[in-house]
Structure formats: structure tokens, C-alpha cells
């Protein structure tokens, strides 16, 4: 089991920038990916950008792509989303997620990962 904290949300005007922090603890994350979801008012979770933990490799949404990137530092069992040039629309809880996938489970779906943080804030204002 994996204990994920997010934080670093918050209220910015259109065009702003935030860093979203996500602490992991529990156990070694080696052959991990770290993941970030968001969930828009009335809208269903969606999925942001990934970073495998041992490797680096990311991916991106293409709601993302371009706008946000994503990092990890591993001393400090931390994974970054950096957003910029946000806009209203990205207003939402921003949650992150972690697992070892299994073979052939898309790191896209909420049903891949095992475990969640309880999630931070970010409001989007025009």
C-alpha cells in the first residue's frame, strides 16, 4: 500500500501558474507509475499526464500536451505537475495516483491504479 498527499493547489487568474505536489509513502516505487487525474465540476475523472518513477518516461494528455509538464524527484519520493498558462476550463480536483500495472492495463484508466491521495484544489478564474 501506498500513501499519496498532493498539495500546492489553489486560485489563480487565467493565464497563472501552479506546482501540484505529490508525496509517496508506504513502500518503494520502483516499476511505479505516477499518474495525475482531474475532475472538472459535473464532469467525469479524466486523465492528465504520467511519469514512470524509475525511468522518467512521461506522457501527456492532450489536454496537457504543451501546458503542463510533469516530474518527479526521487529522493524525494515526490511527482511534480507543473501547470501553466492555465485557463478556466482546467478548474478541478487534481488527484494522484500511483501503481505497478499489470500487463495490458492502460496507465489512462482510473481502474489501473490502486492507490489515490485524497486530492487539491485548483480554481481557474476568467
Known amino acids: 500500500q501506498v500513501q499519496l498527499v498532493e498539495s500546492g493547489g489553489g486560485s489563480v487568474q487565467a493565464g497563472g501558474s501552479l506546482r501540484l505536489s505529490c508525496v509517496a509513502s508506504g513502500r518503494a516505487l520502483n516499476g511505479y507509475v505516477m499518474t495525475w487525474f482531474r475532475q472538472g465540476p459535473g464532469k467525469e475523472r479524466e486523465f492528465v499526464s504520467a511519469?514512470?518513477?524509475?525511468?522518467?518516461?512521461?506522457t501527456y494528455s492532450d489536454l496537457a500536451a504543451g501546458r503542463f509538464t510533469i516530474a518527479r524527484d526521487r529522493a524525494k519520493n515526490t511527482a511534480y505537475l507543473d501547470l501553466n498558462s492555465l485557463k478556466p476550463e482546467d478548474t478541478a480536483v487534481y488527484y494522484c495516483?500511483?501503481?505497478?500495472?499489470?500487463?495490458?492495463?492502460?496507465?489512462?484508466?482510473?481502474?489501473?491504479?490502486?492507490?489515490w491521495g485524497q486530492g487539491t484544489q485548483v480554481t481557474v478564474s476568467s
Open positions: 495516483a500511483t501503481s505497478a500495472p499489470a500487463p495490458g492495463n492502460s496507465i489512462r484508466t482510473e481502474s489501473t491504479y490502486a492507490n
Open positions: 511519469i514512470w518513477y524509475s525511468s522518467g518516461v512521461t
